[in-house]
């Protein structure tokens, strides 16, 4: 981690009057962040969309130089991961739109880019209904390869979404409107550590940022936009599940409910949204799987696959049984550091399992069985 370019990418988003837009457009006239803070004020008015107030403001932001500086001393001490808009491991589905945040700041285990992501929203009122249809179709999600979960750790449906992920196997990211020194609300913090171990965490806020009102408005767009599809299991008429549908259409996404009976509080948002042709209607997996093209993993497929290629040799076989029980894949780092060989030797050995159709590559040098 370069610390030194980390405190001007931190700092760029702390100038005041300065949106993750701008910022970008910034940058990219500039040609790095450092810029930003050592160009002279009469150049930086020249940049579209910069005026006098703004470039004032650039010229005179020595605060935020040093609250950067304190927030990479809790990074340092707390090992959270640093995502900046440019790097590959930023959420690729989120980086096309246009208000993306530049940072997000992570405790996670899990792929951002995983092959498919669903972004899983609804109230917090959840009723016993809602909440079985949230178990049996992310249980009947379970077999699609490379799948991420993606929800706000928020009471209802949310905590439910995270916790059924995780009772099937499935990697889950909670979204959360506050930095990462706290957890929020704090009756979630076991389901939270063990999201962080088979999913994580994710924030575009600093530490010591309260989980406000308006963070959770916020928040919502990454919900919406880090995923393929966003699904809505239940909602009254107005609430935040439906604030990420409509940004979910915003973006392009494939926005889906679950519909309810005609009436109910909680299912009345539901029923609008497919009403007025601005989600489908989903009642369980198989809709979901069927009209996004998903098609899961069978069991049977990896023990096909050993029958039709019997000539694998020891290596070959241990580094399959290593990836053949992890649903998301692993990366060549971590299958090389199980399998106690050296990245030239993994290499080979999974460029050859991959001509045998046993393996398959993913985006962000992640491996997974066929």
């Known amino acids: 981690m370069n610390t030194d370019q980390l405190k001007f ?34 150049a930086l008015m020249k940049i579209p969309g910069i005026g006098e107030t703004i470039a004032t403001g650039i010229t005179t932001q020595k605060e935020a130089l040093q609250r950067a500086d304190h927030e990479i001393n809790f990074i340092l001490k707390n090992n959270i991961q640093v995502h900046y808009f440019t790097d590959s491991t930023f959420p690729k589905r989120l980086r096309e739109c246009q208000d993306a945040p530049l940072l997000l700041f992570t405790r996670c285990s899990a792929d951002l880019n995983s092959l498919h992501v669903v972004s899983l929203v609804g109230t917090r009122n959840a009723t016993e209904y ?3 249809v949230c178990q049996e179709l992310i249980a009947g999600l379970s077999g699609v390869p490379s799948l991420l979960i993606v929800s706000g750790l928020a009471y209802g449906i949310d905590i439910c979404a995270h916790k059924a992920a995780l009772d099937n196997g499935i990697p889950t990211v909670g979204v959360v409107a506050h930095g990462l020194d706290r957890i929020y609300p704090g009756h979630h913090r076991s389901t ?22 308006q963070n959770f408005i916020q928040r919502n767009r990454i919900i919406a936009g880090m995923s393929d599809a966003v699904l809505v299991i239940e909602s009254g008429v107005k609430g935040g599940a439906l ?48 009209v996004m093209g998903w098609h899961p993993e069978t069991k049977t497929s990896n023990k096909a696959e050993l029958v039709l290629f019997p000539e694998l040799n ?13 649903i998301s894949g692993l990366q060549v780092n971590e299958i090389a550091r199980l399998a106690g060989l050296p990245y ?20 962000g040098g992640v491996y997974s069985v066929v």
Do not use: H
């Open 9 to 42: 990418r931190i700092a760029v988003t702390l100038i005041n009057g300065v949106g993750n837009s701008i910022a970008r457009n910034l940058i990219a006239y500039l040609g790095s962040e450092e810029a930003v803070f050592t160009e002279k004020k009469q």
């Open 130 to 132: 809602g909440k079985s």
């Open 192 to 213: 939270a550590i063990r999201m962080i171990e088979r999913g994580g965490i994710v924030t575009e806020y600093l530490s010591q940022t309260n989980p406000d009102r």
């Open 243 to 290: 604030i990420t549908a409509g940004l979910g259409n915003d973006y392009n996404r494939d926005v889906f409910a679950v519909p309810g009976k005609v009436g109910d509080t909680w299912s009345i948002g539901c029923n609008q949204l497919i009403k007025s042709n601005r989600a489908g209607m989903i009642e369980n997996a198989e809709d979901l799987l069927y």
């Open 314 to 326: 020891e290596e070959e076989t241990s580094v399959y049984s290593i990836l053949k029980n992890q």
């Open 344 to 363: 030239s030797k993994i290499s080979a050995i999974l460029l050859s399992l991959e001509f045998k159709n046993i393996i398959k590559s993913l985006p």
